[in-house]
Structures are given as C-alpha cells and as structure tokens.
C-alpha cells in the first residue's frame, strides 16, 4: 500500500502546498509537506481502500490544524519513548557491570 501512496504525491502535491501555506498563514510556519503527508499516509489513509482521487484532494483541503498537531505530538511521543527504550537497552549491559564491580 505504500507504493501506491509515493505515486499519490506528484498528484497530490499542488494541494498539499496550498494547505501548508494555509496553515502558515495561521501562524503555524513550522508545518512542512512532509508532515501533512504522514498524517494523511499514517493516519487518515491507513485503513481505507484507495481512495479516489477527488477524495484525496479533499482530504488534503479539509484537514484541520488541530489534528494535525495531534497526529506530530502522538508522532513525536512514540519516537520519543522509542528512543528512550533504545538508550535504555544500551545502558543496561553497563549498569549491570557498574553494580558488579561495586561488590
């Protein structure tokens, strides 16, 4: 299913632009294209037999800043606590060996 998402882009991507200017406009400068088309690959996409392609068009058109915002923080979180579960499992073997050799 990924696949046919990467041949959605070139078609989607006027429309993905207009909205990352729009969401600019209301501030929110940080937004880049690529966060608008994980959401839409990630989140809104996800379950759903392919869409057509005005209905993808209006996906893009009528996505809301908010959920967008919540889809980059729960997006954020999990790489966070992903992250922290990788130094975590690397600083075990060397507390282990830390609390043998105070014995």
Known sequence: MT????AWYEDLEPAILIKVEDFHILGY???KASHIWAFLTEEKW?????PALH????DVMQMKIGQLMQFITKT???QS???ISTVESEL?????DEQSADK
Request: charged share 35%.
């Open 3 to 6: 696949d046919s998402f990467s």
């Open 29 to 31: 400068r940080e937004i």
């Open 46 to 50: 996800k379950n759903r037999p392919a």
């Open 55 to 58: 209905e993808r068009i209006n």
């Open 76 to 78: 954020a979180e999990q």
């Open 81 to 83: 606590n992903s992250h």
């Open 92 to 96: 075990q073997p060397n507390m282990e």
